[in-house]
């Protein structure tokens, strides 16, 4: 079992930035990747990014690329999403979430434990 906190949600203007922090207790050492998601109104829940708990291999939807970067401290168990030139379309609910198996990185089926959620809002 793991559990997943998030914490850094917030508004901000378009161009802004925001910083998501999620916090791993539990099985720790059972986490081969983590991911942030997120979920914007009307639409399905998408990938924004993911990174290896152990090598510095990181995945980027197209639509973040060049402005978000996701960050990982093994010896604090957290993965934060630093978010920049923020948009009024990267207004979602944003999840943590890790795979403790190893299947993939990029689809929500690979992940098996869940964070709340955190509300971020861009305004134009």
């Known amino acids: 079992q793991v559990e997943l906190v998030e914490s850094g949600d917030g508004s901000a203007q378009a161009g802004g930035s925001l910083r998501l922090s999620c916090a791993a207790s539990g099985r720790t050492g059972s986490i081969y990747n983590a991911g942030w998601f997120r979920r914007a109104p009307g639409k399905a829940r998408e990938s924004v990014a993911a990174?290896?708990?152990?090598?510095?291999?990181?995945w980027y939807t197209d639509s973040v690329k060049g402005r978000f970067a996701i960050s990982r401290d093994n010896a604090k168990n957290t993965v934060d999403l630093q978010m920049n030139s923020l948009k009024p379309d990267d207004t979602a609910i944003y999840y943590c979430?890790?795979?403790?198996?190893?299947?993939?990185?990029?689809?929500?089926?690979?992940?098996?434990?869940w964070g709340q959620g955190t509300h971020v809002t861009v305004s134009s």
């Open positions: 990174i290896n708990w152990k090598f510095d291999y990181m």
């Open positions: 979430a890790v795979d403790t198996t190893g299947r993939g990185v990029l689809s929500p089926v690979d992940y098996d434990y």
